[in-house]
């Protein structure tokens, strides 16, 4: 209703008006209200799957797979190995455990009347967050509501939402520059940290984003540190020269961690190989 720049949320805000507008004009109510993007392919079984799950779910999430691009294996590839591991292990933990489910902006449907409730006499969507989908699931939760992520199959095919995801390195530096600001550091202020126990270990995790973003910074400086000096070790014994002290000391507590940590990392790696294989066959996985 006013020329941008504006965000997703007060489209949806849009959206949803038009939605009350038609409603009042038809004399009808609808059930739900369905997120999608414009290039989302979307399941026909997908309302089949709403309609059976809701309102004994305030919010369902089907899962979201993305297509794969094969001129963009590393960029757009890299979105196949976090959804196939987030929306096969995460966001179920996530509801095994009374945590918030988050949208995923996509392929998600709401209670209409739960929509209503939470936009009161305004609108239900702040125009102002990065990442209105978010905290949607967040606000639901805060309600006593159940959301869910739901798996439903047609055959052997999943019934879930597909879509591209950026092909280069800008367009995915700009989505997760935007994910990151949205979740971890716009969430912190406009959520807080509510909730038990797991409600606020979720949070802790979808926040340490920035956090682990500089300590890899750290961590590849410190590789390439590593393997210069392994270099000049090399070079000096070779010239019969005096020989610095490695960077790593053997054995006692810096060993032990280095070996926790490379178990740790295998272990990470096996659980990504596994899902991502389950969704996108061996190949993928490996």
């Known amino acids: 209703d006013r020329p941008g720049p504006t965000t997703k949320a007060d489209c949806l805000n849009n959206l949803w008006r038009a939605a009350l507008a038609h409603e009042q004009a038809e004399e009808m109510r609808f059930k739900a209200i369905v997120l999608h993007d414009a290039e989302d392919v979307v399941h026909p079984l997908s309302l089949d799957v709403y309609d059976r799950w809701m309102p004994r779910l305030a919010m369902v999430q089907l899962p979201v797979i993305p297509f794969v691009d094969a001129d963009s294996r590393w960029i757009s590839g890299h979105y196949l190995d976090e959804f196939a591991e987030n929306h096969g292990k995460d966001m179920e933990v996530r509801a095994l455990l009374g945590a918030p489910v988050p949208s995923a902006g996509v392929g998600t449907a709401i209670d209409r009347e739960v929509l ?87 949070l802790l995790r979808d926040r340490k984003g920035p956090a682990a ?33 490695p960077l790593g000391a053997r054995g006692g507590a810096m060993q032990a961690l280095l070996w926790l940590n490379a178990a740790r990392q295998g272990w990470r790696v096996l659980m990504r190989a596994h899902f991502t294989a389950r969704l996108h066959g061996f190949l993928e996985g490996f």
């Open 116 to 202: 209503a409730r939470i936009a009161g006499n305004g609108a239900p969507f702040d125009a102002s967050s990065l990442t209105e989908d978010y905290e949607l699931g967040h606000r639901i939760h805060a309600m006593g509501l159940s959301c869910r992520l739901v798996r439903h199959s047609a055959g052997s095919e999943p019934i879930a939402t597909r879509e591209f995801f950026p092909a280069t390195l800008e367009a995915a530096v700009q989505q997760k520059s935007r994910w990151q600001t949205g979740i971890a550091l716009a969430g912190w202020d406009r959520i807080g940290w509510p909730g038990g126990f797991a409600a606020r270990w979720m």
């Open 213 to 245: 973003s500089a300590i890899s910074m750290i961590a590849y400086a410190a590789l390439a540190l590593s393997v210069a000096q392994i270099a000049l070790r090399q070079t000096l014994a070779g010239d019969g020269l005096a020989v610095p002290p």
